[in-house]
């Protein structure tokens, strides 16, 4: 027979390293068994009196050193088949959902509709710092889900790894690391509420970017094993399986060389450019329309379509065939002038790598311009 003294204790919350378990009753009265039952330790009050939170610590996303980003348990990590060029930080992204909600499915090319209380964490870092520890994480940036809007909340890390603190006021960190046996150095942007809303916008409304499912579509490799994301998401509860299609028009890693190279860009374009150059962003009043669905003609990725606004260089159409130096596109993934470059915010160096894909792409093409 179990007394009520020792119900209340199998009631108790009892913590372990990632899990919080809560024991409940089945059976009769006569033989009750109880089960633990994992709860996620996360701490989101979308009602506190101050939130976000000052200290990314308060939300309890990670176990252990917090620095290792170990997630606890309901928080999951997560990749994208083209991640967007910041400064060649690393990424390492996460979600979390409060229990008894669900994402659901609209298309393959716009961003899952995510219930309250959904949170995307994603940590920007460098592992190959020059000087002191090569690991250093400069930036954590969660968009958390509160009555049908998203909150921005970015969180800057101190020296010594231990704590990222809440600063929405954009600040700059000086930063030296290796990039491919190069040194090299910038004044890296944390950036401001206001810089997130210009990208992170369709018409007034706030919106995430890069959680679409065109973009989530690939294995990766979770502790207990590999799977498909949206399956994996799925499984976790996080999304609706009910009119999920079992085929997902995708994008694709724009630096696998095994795959066609107008595919690559157009994967490139949609996660680095498309959240401006689509309808109701920032740049629509340009002819481009760089969404990975959009991308399928000449025309929408600007092939000899002459730019609309002024060009102070020899540029005679955003995108010239065979010609990449009178190529708008090229020329502006090529400075860093801060009133040409594009984009206009989230770099503060030229991505190589990307416009040699660009250059490449225009050189192969069939036939030049008129």
Not at 90 to 101: A, D, S
Not at 160 to 175: F, K, M, P, R, V
Not at 294 to 303: C, F, H, K, P, R
Request: hydrophobic share 40%; aromatic share 10%; proline share 5%.
């Amino acid at each position: 027979m179990i007394t009520n003294t020792i119900k209340k204790a199998l009631y108790s919350l009892i913590v372990l390293t990632s899990s919080v378990f809560i024991f409940v009753a089945c059976g009769s009265d006569d033989e009750e068994q109880y089960i633990a039952v994992p709860v996620s330790p996360v701490v989101l009050d979308l009602d506190a009196a101050i939130f976000p939170y000052e200290k990314l610590s308060e939300y309890n996303f990670f176990q252990g050193e917090m620095k290792d980003l170990d997630p606890v348990y309901k928080v999951i990590p997560y990749d994208l088949n083209s991640s967007l060029f910041t400064d060649y930080a690393k990424k390492k992204r996460f979600i979390y959902m409060p229990p008894g909600v669900q994402a659901t499915y609209s298309a393959d090319g716009k961003v899952l509709e995510f219930p309250q209380g959904t949170v995307l964490i994603k940590n920007f870092y460098y592992d190959n710092m020059v000087g002191g520890d090569a690991n250093r994480i400069i930036e954590t940036r969660l968009m958390i889900r509160k009555n049908n809007d998203w909150v921005f909340a970015t969180y800057v890390w101190n020296n010594e790894q231990t704590e990222a603190i809440l600063d929405n006021d954009g600040s700059y960190a000086h930063l030296t690391w290796n990039e491919n046996g190069v040194e090299m150095n910038t004044n890296y942007r944390i950036p401001s509420v206001v810089e997130c809303t210009a990208c992170h916008k369709i018409g007034e409304v706030k919106s995430a970017i890069g959680v679409k499912p065109q973009n989530l579509n690939k294995m990766f490799a979770y502790p207990e094993g590999t799977k498909n994301q949206l399956a994996k998401l799925v499984e976790e509860g996080y999304l609706s399986s009910a009119n999920l299609p079992s085929q997902i028009v995708s994008t694709v890693d724009w630096a696998d060389t095994s795959k066609p190279l107008e595919l690559r860009v157009r994967s490139y374009l949609d996660i680095n450019c498309a959240h401006c150059h689509s309808e109701g962003t920032s740049c629509d009043y340009t002819p481009m329309r760089l969404g990975f669905a959009e991308s399928t003609t000449a025309a929408s990725l600007g092939v000899c379509i002459e730019p609309v606004e002024f060009v102070t260089g020899n540029q005679q159409y955003i995108v010239a065939g065979q010609n990449a130096t009178r190529s708008l596109m090229h020329f502006r993934m090529s400075t860093n002038i801060q009133s040409e470059m594009m984009p206009l915010v989230g770099r503060t160096v030229v991505h190589t790598e990307g416009l040699e894909l660009v250059e490449q792409w225009i050189t192969a093409m069939e036939s030049p311009c008129p």
